[in-house]
């Protein structure tokens, strides 16, 4: 049987040495390295998270600084933020938590 001339070329080129030892190594990268093509995309999925999350928590401390800038500009405001936030209180006085009843 008579192979067609374009053939015998390509066929020349996938049975060389550097063909198969660039396939192999091309195999083993994408595949069975450590840093293989599926661990890349986990990376850069983790790295888009991260970046998202970096974003979250630099517009939460404009927010913070803001808020922090208001309590200390006002003692008033202070107090109210203590007592509501940490449920402090002046000597003498009683603090009365209430909790709302989960329904079971």
């Not at 063909?19 to 091309?26: I, K, Q, R």
């Not at 991260?50 to 309590?71: F, G, M, S, W």
């Amino acid at each position: 049987m008579q192979l067609p001339s374009f053939v015998s070329p390509v066929l020349r080129v996938v049975r060389s040495f550097y063909f198969l030892t660039g396939m192999g190594f091309l195999v083993w990268m994408l595949v069975f390295d450590a840093n293989d093509l599926g661990k890349q995309f986990d990376i850069y999925q983790k790295w888009k998270e991260l970046r998202n999350e970096k974003q979250y928590y630099l517009d939460n401390i404009e927010v913070v600084k803001r808020e922090r800038a208001e309590l200390m500009s006002s003692p008033a405001l202070l107090e109210k933020f203590a007592r509501e936030k940490y449920l402090m209180k002046r000597p003498g006085e009683d603090v009365f938590v209430l909790v709302p009843a989960t329904a079971e």
